[in-house]
Every structure is written in C-alpha cells, then in structure tokens.
C-alpha cells in the first residue's frame, strides 16, 4: 500500500520523537526541588512522548481516510518539464532550490573567512546569474549583475561598519 | 492613559529622525508588500538589523511602520497585476481587478486607500484602549495562570492553522523541542547541545523567526516559476474614488469588517490573510446584491482591505499584552522588542510604559503617513512592480544574514538560518503550518518555567490548580477548542471522503 502525504509526516514525526527520546536520556539531570518538582529531562521526556501519540493518532487517522491510490494518482498533476538556464529538459524548481541552498551554504562557510564583502559579491553575483530568466540572459545583464552585486555589498558594508557602527567580516580584503 | 499617549506623540513627534524612519519604514514596507512573492515577514527581517543602533523609539516605530506600510501595499499588485502582493489582499483582487478592466483602476486604488486608513485607525485605536487594561488584568497572573494561557494559545493556534489539528499540534510540540536546546533555566543542565558550545546558548528568536519566514519564503520564491503578469499603468487617481453619499452607504462596511479583521487579527496564528477572506464573504452574504460581488463593486474592496489592515492593530494586542504573537509580522516584532531589552508581556506597560505608548503615537502617525504615501507615489510604486525578483532575492538573503551574524557575530547563527530556512521549506511541503512551530518555540520556555515553578509551588496543595480559576478557565478553553477542531476535521474530512 502507498502512503498517503500525512502518513509519511507521521512517521517521519515519530523518527524525530524517538531520536529526541533517546537524546533525552542523556541529559546530566539535577532535580533542585526533590519534594514534587520536575528535572531538566522530565519535559523533553513528556515532549516526546506526546509527540509520538500524536504522530500515531495522524498515521491511524491518515490510513484510515485514505483514499485508493489510484484516485490520488489521477488528482494530482505532473508539472510539465521546462528547458533551464543550462539548456535541458528539467523542472526548474529542485534545480533552483539545490543550487539556492548550495549557494548560501557556500556563503556561510566563506562569510568569515573570505570576508563580508568578497563573500557576499561571489553570493550575489551567481545568485543573480542563478535567476534570471532565460529569456533576460545577456551579455549585457551578466555585466549588470555583476556591477550591481559589487556596488551593493560595497556599499552595504559602509553603511553598516561606518554608519551604523557594526562589526562585519573583514576577511582577506582588509 | 490620554496623558501617556501625549507623551508619546510628544517624543515621537519631538524627534524628525524618528518621524525620518517612520516614513522610509511606510515607504519600504509598501514596496515588499506590493511586490508578488515578497511580503512584510521577509521586509522585517532585512530591517531588523538596522535598528540595533536606534533608540527603543525610533527603531520599533520603524519596525511598526513597516507592518502597516506592507499591510496596504498588496492591494497595489492586487488591483493592477491580478495578483495579490500579500495573501492578506487576495479578496481586494476579487472585486479590484474587474473594476481596473472597466478603467476604473485609479478609482479602485483610492478606495483600497481610503478602506486601508479606516482599517488601520480602528484596528491602531482598538489597540490603545484595549491593550492597557488588558496587561493590568494580566498583572495578577501566576505561573499558573500563565501556564493555561500558553496552553490555550498553542491549542487555538494548532486548531486554526492548516486543514488538520493532529499536524498542528505536532508543529507546536516540534517548535517545543527546538527550544529545550541549550541551558535549563532553571537548573542550567545542557540539553540537546551535542557537544557543541554554540548551542548552549541555543537557538536565538530572531535566527528561527528569519530562518521560518523570511528564508524558507525566499528560497521558495527563488525555485518557482516567475509570475509573468502585465501592469495596468493607465489610470488616474482622484482622491478616494468615493462620493460622500457613497461613503456614508460604506460606513456599516466598514466598521463591520474592521472589526471582523480585529477579532481575528486578535487570535494568535491568523492574520490578515484569513481577515480579508471572511470580511468579503460575510459583506457579501449580507448584501442587499451579492451578484454584483466579483463584477468590479467597491464593497468588495471596502471589506477585504478594511479587515486586513484592522487585523494589525487586533495582533499586537496579545503581543503587547501577554507576550504572544498574533502572526508571522508580529513575530519579528516580538524578536524587535527582545532586540533592544525588552519584553512584551503583563509588564511591559510597567517596564517601559512611555516606550509602548511612543509606539502607539507612532502607529497612528504611520497610518496618516500610509494614506499620503499611497496617494502621492502610486505611480512609483507602479514602476517598483517592474523591479525583477531575481534581484531582490539575493539581496534580502544578504540581510537577513547580516542580522543574523551580527546577534552573536559568528557564523554559526547563518548556518542556523540555513537550517531554520530548509526546515522551513520543508514543512511547507508537506503541508504542517509553521505558525504553530513558531508558538511552540517562542512559548515553550515559558510552558516549561511556569509549569515547573507552579509545580513547585503546588508540593504543599496537590489541588492547588483547582484554586486558580483563570488557568482552570484556559485550561478548559482549550480542551474546548480543541474537542471542537477535532469534530470538525473529521466532518470536512468524512465529506471529502464521500465527495
């Protein structure tokens, strides 16, 4: 039998809870008030196991309303494939999400140690290369982008650090 | 309480700076909220770090003039693109659109306007008189009492969120856990740090609020296909687009979905975008012609930005109040107000009373300052509505991470926001609200605290909850909300079966 969208958030719920679980045994627990108060594990040991009564009540009550698969099947809609930035037949969005969150994992692991300004031109240069539209792709943009990204992390970098006084990355640049 | 809000239009009127980032607050807030794909959460959490140099006053009146400027500028893109800015304005394209291709957009844009600062006044003022004595009730409160609010509004919300209060609950008991990360506050154990020192402190408010709403939102964005919709240009606005016979026929309109828009803007998780929906079909069911709703009418657009705008002043009631966020906006204010020191709840009143009322003073102002930006600069923002999203994407990323790196100024908090933003994207997906989550985690120290010490409290009298009847009263409230939700899930869920 396939499993309907709540039944898998169900088990997924309840993965999380047992994992929490176990963790919660691991808590170096010191109950200051032995006459009838609570330690520092007893509410994440009450959190999970109300989560797991919950992800079992969703997994019963998802099973038993489910309907046959093939009636789910027939409901939803394949998104028609599109041709990319890169020229082949690919549903722009996982493409998009994979390389966006690439992208800003890259500019977390570089943000201190490239610098707020090197770190965020890189960032903002290829995300705006990342997005636009295959029909705005030029020469001419990819110039625009570029600029654009130094002179706004240039100048976002003054504002913050000479005006407002904030410490930002300094990095190799200075 | 007049004497309090003079001083605050003293202090906010006394000061140019402070009126300066009021207006660029309306001003930008408008923009986000204009802007398809953008919105007010996302807006807030670019501004957020740039208050950390004001003062209490100038930075929150900013912060509140945001919210009101992004409340009022989706019905720009509502009536002139078809698509909603916000989800708060999706009602306005009902009646809007049909009006701007009749070439009544001018027209349609000047009631939106008028309907918006009507909304917002009643919304701002219901605020001031209500919030006040609201938090001095709220002052006798315990940790008892305390403990059956925070039930009762992490039961309301998982109810009123999403289709299913199973998945609801699940969030606010998800939002729960993350905050047990780090110190116990009241025996300072480690939990759930996994031998990393940057968790002991544990996740901050503002990397989860930011991470919730503003990143998952972008990144969302970032992967869907661009809206590719052509913007009406040509109109003209003259003044509100209403006779004054007109505008007295509208008064009962306007009051009745003012209110509707307070009331639920009052209950935490529901907001504006829910406000506009329920004032549209309540002024169409209870119109003399319910035919003519859809064709291009201005009760339509009456109702739905009337509600939404009045459903600002109804959130910041339990924010000011009790500490509750009634939405994703007033969730980054909560995060604004833990910024600079402070902490709304019963006391803040006490704490910092001219500063709350220098923030009322401000609202109002903001509103006025909403009307004169609308009517003045409709046809810049026109041309914003042309400015590509593949732009201000990165952009808001790179803000949102400045706020984020500069709460503690490591990098690890832009992780966290990475985390917070793919969590975010993820239950989404699968359909589990994120309001709930976001309850869960703002209140679950407090559940914790209050449940602890009331516990402690309660070793001499094992029945000493039964004493309490405020908490009894939330406490069964909640059971009550949460007995009904369920019945209700499962009737809509039996006819979808039988459908």
């Given at each position: 039998m396939k499993l309907n969208r709540d039944a898998k958030v169900a088990i997924g719920f309840m993965a999380f809870a047992i994992f929490y679980l176990i963790s919660s045994n691991q808590i170096d627990s010191k109950n200051m008030y032995a006459s009838g108060g609570v330690s520092s594990r007893t509410l994440p040991l009450i959190y999970a196991v109300v989560m797991i009564v919950l992800a079992i009540a969703l997994f019963i009550t998802s099973v038993t309303r489910q309907k046959s698969t093939a009636?789910?099947?027939?409901?939803?809609?394949?998104?028609?494939?599109?041709?990319?930035?890169?020229?082949?037949?690919?549903?722009?969005?996982?493409?998009?999400?994979?390389?966006?969150?690439?992208?800003?994992?890259?500019?977390?692991?570089?943000?201190?140690?490239?610098?707020?300004v090197l770190a965020g031109f890189i960032y903002l240069g290829c995300m705006i290369m990342l997005l636009t539209p295959p029909e705005r792709k030029s020469k001419k943009m990819l110039v625009f982008g570029w600029v654009f990204s130094c002179v706004f992390i240039v100048a976002l970098y003054l504002v913050f650090t000479k005006v407002l006084s904030m410490m930002l990355p300094r990095g190799i640049l200075f | 309480m007049m004497t309090m809000l003079l001083q605050g239009f003293g202090t906010v009127v006394g000061n140019p700076l402070i009126l300066l980032a009021m207006l660029g607050g309306v001003f930008i807030g408008i923009i986000f909220g204009s802007l398809p794909g953008l919105t007010t959460v996302a807006c807030l959490s670019m501004f957020l770090p740039v208050t950390y140099v004001m003062s209490h006053e100038m930075g929150l009146s900013m912060l509140t003039a945001i919210y009101i400027g992004g409340m009022s500028g989706g019905l720009v893109s509502a009536i002139l693109l078809n698509i909603p800015g916000t989800p708060s304005s999706i009602a306005t394209c009902f009646d809007g659109t049909p009006m701007a291709k009749k070439g009544q957009a001018g027209r349609a844009l000047g009631i939106g306007v008028f309907a918006s600062i009507v909304g917002n006044f009643i919304g701002v003022f219901a605020m001031?008189?209500?919030?006040?004595?609201?938090?001095?009730?709220?002052?006798?409160?315990?940790?008892?009492?305390?403990?059956?609010?925070?039930?009762?509004?992490?039961?309301l919300i998982a109810s009123l969120c999403g289709k299913n209060i199973l998945t609801g609950l699940l969030a606010a008991v998800f939002g729960?856990?993350?905050?047990?990360?780090?110190?116990?506050?009241?025996?300072?154990?480690?939990?759930?740090?996994?031998?990393?020192?940057e968790l002991t402190s544990g996740f901050g408010l503002l990397t989860v609020l930011v991470g919730m709403y503003?990143?998952?939102?972008?990144?969302?964005?970032?992967?869907?296909?661009?809206?590719?919709?052509?913007?009406?240009?040509?109109?003209?606005?003259?003044?509100?687009?209403?006779?004054?016979?007109?505008?007295?026929?509208?008064?009962p309109n306007l009051i009745r979905s003012s209110l509707i828009g307070l009331c639920i803007g009052i209950l935490p998780g529901i907001g504006g975008s829910t406000a506009n929906i329920i004032a549209y079909s309540v002024t169409k069911s209870s119109s003399k012609y319910p035919e003519k709703f859809g064709t291009g009418i201005p009760d339509g657009i009456i109702a739905s930005e009337s509600a939404n705008n009045a459903?600002?002043?109804?959130?910041?009631?339990?924010l000011l109040t009790l500490g509750i966020p009634g939405d994703g906006s007033t969730a980054l204010l909560l995060g604004g107000f833990m910024l600079h020191g402070m902490t709304p709840g019963p006391l803040l009143f006490q704490t910092n009373g001219s500063t709350v009322y220098a923030i009322f003073a401000s609202m109002i102002i903001s509103t006025v300052f909403m009307g004169l930006v609308m009517f003045l600069c409709m046809r810049w923002f026109v041309k914003i509505l042309k400015v590509p999203s593949f732009i201000l994407i990165p952009c808001i990323i790179v803000l949102c991470a400045i706020g984020a790196y500069t709460l503690n100024y490591r990098s690890f908090d832009i992780w966290a926001l990475l985390f917070f933003g793919i969590l975010g994207l993820a239950l989404s997906a699968v359909k589990v609200p994120i309001a709930p989550f976001i309850l869960g985690f703002i209140l679950g120290k407090d559940f914790e605290v209050n449940l602890r010490t009331g516990i402690q409290y309660a070793a001499s009298d094992r029945f000493m909850l039964l004493h309490r009847p405020i908490a009894m009263a939330f406490l069964v409230l909640a059971i009550f909300f949460f007995i009904y939700s369920f019945i209700k899930t499962s009737k809509v869920n039996k006819k979808e079966a039988s459908a």
């Open positions: 009636q789910v099947q027939a409901k939803e809609k394949k998104p028609a494939p599109m041709v990319n930035f890169l020229g082949r037949q690919v549903p722009r969005k996982p493409l998009f999400l994979g390389l966006s969150i690439f992208l800003f994992a890259f500019y977390a692991f570089t943000y201190t140690k490239l610098g707020f | 001031i008189f209500i919030s006040a004595p609201l938090a001095f009730f709220t002052l006798k409160f315990g940790p008892w009492e305390n403990f059956g609010v925070t039930v009762f509004a992490l039961t729960m856990m993350f905050s047990t990360v780090g110190l116990d506050q009241i025996d300072s154990s480690t939990r759930f740090t996994f031998g990393m020192s503003a990143v998952s939102e972008v990144l969302r964005t970032a992967s869907a296909e661009p809206e590719k919709a052509t913007v009406n240009e040509d109109f003209k606005m003259k003044g509100i687009g209403l006779s004054m016979k007109e505008i007295i026929e509208q008064i459903s600002v002043g109804g959130a910041m009631i339990p």
